[in-house]
């Protein structure tokens, strides 16, 4: 296990909302830790948590923390089932946490209401999922059949309290000067009047977009090898089940600086990419 601490200081570290006038702060004596796609890497989770809390024993006793996982528990990795099962034994009894809801969450849910969504959820990671609860049919055939017959063995293999978390999700945070989501927003559009699927799905007019939303993303959904910071956006997918690199954003006042655990965690020369700063 690694624990990686970058600090913000200059352009690239450090984004910045309102056309850079102000620095995104969030309230006094609040530290965030916002949690980027596990997908299914229950090994790099439990490391994660640790530093987390090792993290936070440091911090001032007046201040509050509150963690917030950006989604994708599940799919790719093989152990989706103990990500849900680690996150529902409340590994941060003395924080506030927010479980969000990510795209693949919700592919979940669209597998267990139309099976025959499973021929194309199988090729981004349900089939890893399936697995996990010990479902394999799908595993050699793509025919409707097989998907229904799934479908049923996969509803009666999910645990109640997985199918009550994975329902019932929020889709967005709030914290200060942050807005915090799976995949983004929608440019031109304001925060407030966002739909859950841009919030889920979006990627590329979000991610490409220089226009100041208000107050500044911070998002999973679009892996990268390292974290992205830009004016608008801090974005901390970072490939989990591939790279073996699970990211956590540490925000506190004016403050942002991230740790890191997994295999890739630290090696040398690791740079943040910049975007627009």
């Known amino acids: 296990m690694f624990k990686w601490l970058f600090r913000g200081g200059g352009k690239a570290g450090r984004a910045s909302g309102k056309g850079g006038k102000n620095r995104p702060r969030t309230p006094e004596n609040m530290r965030v830790y916002a949690v980027g796609d596990i997908h299914g890497r229950r090994d790099l989770l439990e490391d994660l948590i640790s530093v987390i809390k090792e993290?936070?024993?440091?911090?001032?006793?007046?201040?509050?923390?509150?963690?917030?996982?950006?989604?994708?528990?599940?799919?790719?990795?093989?152990?989706?089932?103990?990500?849900?099962?680690?996150?529902?034994?409340?590994?941060?009894?003395?924080?506030?946490?927010?479980?969000?809801?990510?795209?693949?969450?919700?592919?979940?849910?669209?597998?267990?209401?139309?099976?025959?969504?499973?021929?194309?959820?199988?090729y981004y990671g349900g089939l890893e999922t399936l697995h996990s609860y010990g479902v394999t049919g799908p595993t050699v055939s793509d025919e409707p059949d097989v998907f229904e017959a799934a479908a049923v063995e996969f509803a009666h293999a999910l645990p109640n309290a997985h199918l009550d978390f994975l329902s019932n999700l929020p889709v967005s945070a709030v914290v200060g000067d942050y807005f915090?989501?799976?995949a983004g927003v929608r440019p031109g559009i304001s925060i407030e009047r966002q739909s859950a699927e841009d919030m889920l799905w979006i990627r590329d007019s979000f991610l490409n977009s220089r226009e100041d939303f208000g107050k500044v993303i911070v998002h999973g959904h679009t892996p990268t090898e390292e974290p992205v910071i830009a004016p608008n956006r801090i974005g901390i997918d970072t490939g989990a089940y591939m790279t073996g690199v699970l990211t956590a954003l540490v925000l506190e006042g004016e403050e942002q600086r991230f740790l890191q655990t997994g295999a890739g965690a630290g090696r040398a020369g690791s740079k943040f990419q910049a975007i627009g700063a």
Do not use: C
């Open 180 to 182: 915090l989501v799976h």
């Open 55 to 122: 993290d936070a024993s440091h911090r001032d006793p007046s201040t509050k923390v509150k963690v917030i996982f950006l989604g994708d528990y599940v799919d790719r990795g093989m152990d989706s089932r103990g990500v849900i099962d680690l996150l529902l034994s409340r590994p941060f009894p003395d924080f506030e946490t927010v479980f969000l809801k990510g795209n693949h969450e919700q592919a979940v849910i669209d597998f267990l209401r139309e099976p025959k969504f499973g021929g194309t959820w199988k």
